[in-house]
């Protein structure tokens, strides 16, 4: 088959699934040295969609009714119902994890016969000693975990290092820092190139300002990280799509429908229009 020329154009959906109010103090690393007042602040949950006519690749799976539970966090609408609204053919759709956080890798299991592209580090690190101490371990759960296992026996693992086209027009890139193998994606679209930066920063204002997050399994790698993302975004224009922050459903165009509810998009048919940073479109 040919490439039509917009083989490496996607669109990009938001789908947020879950949302809570937590404060400043519970998200940002030594929130007290900056000598600033707590206060609450928003954390959404999302996963995204990227697709074109040619393949759908879903990029993390949040968290599952296991995870929630034991965490007291409810969904606002399931990821696996949102995948099914959205009319993903879960056969054939490629799934990448970002990180293996509970709230990324929770409802992997839908996905039985997809390829799972997994960072090689935070695979290794997740099924290693180490992440299992407390201070990482409470981030994930054992059951999930295990199902990772298995979907690398099952010979469906992809591993990822370092900086790799993933499909065209889609690169996945390895910054660690929140993460040991904590990975983002850039995604060519008709509105420009998107950054999903899952949890290389979860808030525009933790990148913009500089204020690492609260879990932190490498420091320095998440203030490299910063610099990378910065960059790409000065360099390349790219829109940001940070992986907590509440607003950014408000900075993009919402998805026409029902779905609407839950999920903006970026690119596609609709596209190319940029939208305005800050603004209501
Ligand atoms: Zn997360």
Redesign the pocket.
Known sequence: MSQTPADDTYEVLIVRYASRTTTRGQVFLNHHLYGEPDGPIGMD?YVWVVRNERRTIVVDTGYSELGGRNRARGHLIHPGEAFSRLGIERAGTTLVLTHA?Y??VGNVDLFGDSKVIVPRTEFDFWTGDCGRRFQFHHSVEDSEIDHLRDVHQQGRMVFHRGHEEIAPGVEMIELGGHSPGQAVLTVNTSEGLVLLA??AT?YYEELERDLPFLVVADLEAMYRGFDYMNQLIADRDAILVP??DPAVLDRHRRLDGPMGEFVAVIGGPQGPRRPQRGGTA
Request: proline share 0%; aromatic share 12%.
């Open positions: 949950y956080h709230d990324h899952s949890d979860h992986g907590h």
